[in-house]
């Protein structure tokens, strides 16, 4: 995944459950290694937790990378054909109309309210439940090892 003309990608803040399971070491290198990687498209070497969160992560950033190349090309193909239309002309005095008058406002409320998910997926196909029950699965010492600094530090509720 290298593109040189891109110079943002996106993390989300879903993906935070995957840097608070790593110590900040690990963070550190994790998103280190993400920056190298949509920079250069290279593959950087990671061990256990940080390679498992990395695979997550790179997968979305290749989907966004395809999404904005397909993006990008479509504007180019209609750039190529003149590009936008001209504004309308209002009659009463021969401004330019904003499209955005025409459209009704959206309240910040329905730009920000949670989005009802679907089903996307066979049952065949569903993703892991989450980052937690993969990390209890495949390394229990480690996950015991987080809900007692967890428990130690009320992070969680032992009631």
Same mark, same amino acid.
């Given at each position: 995944? &290298?593109?040189?003309?891109?110079?943002?990608?996106?993390?989300? &803040?879903?993906?935070?459950?995957?840097?608070?399971?790593?110590? =900040?070491?690990?963070?550190?290198?994790?998103?280190?290694?993400?920056? /190298?990687? $949509?920079?250069?498209?290279?593959?950087?070497?990671?061990?256990?937790?940080?390679?498992?969160?990395?695979?997550?992560?790179?997968?979305?950033?290749?989907? =966004?990378?395809? #999404?904005?190349?397909?993006?990008?090309?479509?504007?180019?193909?209609?750039?190529?054909?003149?590009?936008?239309?001209?504004?309308?002309?209002?009659? *009463?005095?021969?401004? &330019?109309?904003? $499209?955005? /008058? !025409?459209?009704?406002?959206?309240?910040?409320?329905?730009?920000? #309210?949670?989005?009802?998910?679907?089903?996307?997926?066979?049952?065949?196909?569903?993703?892991? $439940? =989450?980052? !937690? *029950?993969? $990390? #209890?699965? &495949?390394?229990?010492?480690?996950?015991?090892?987080?809900?007692?600094?967890?428990?130690?530090?009320?992070?969680? =509720?032992?009631?």
């Amino acid at each position: 995944m &290298t593109n040189n003309t891109k110079d943002s990608f996106i993390l989300y &803040t879903e993906q935070i459950e995957l840097f608070q399971e790593l110590s =900040n070491e690990q963070a550190g290198e994790l998103i280190k290694g993400i920056f /190298d990687y $949509v920079k250069t498209g290279i593959l950087p070497e990671f061990t256990g937790m940080s390679k498992m969160a990395f695979i997550t992560i790179r997968q979305m950033l290749d989907r =966004n990378a395809e #999404k904005y190349e397909e993006k990008r090309e479509k504007m180019s193909q209609n750039g190529k054909k003149g590009g936008r239309p001209p504004l309308n002309k209002s009659k *009463d005095d021969n401004e &330019t109309k904003k $499209v955005s /008058d !025409s459209t009704p406002a959206k309240s910040l409320f329905s730009l920000f #309210k949670p989005k009802v998910k679907t089903e996307l997926f066979n049952k065949k196909d569903e993703p892991p $439940v =989450n980052f !937690s *029950d993969i $990390v #209890k699965q &495949t390394q229990p010492e480690f996950y015991e090892k987080i809900m007692k600094h967890r428990e130690k530090n009320k992070l969680i =509720n032992t009631e």
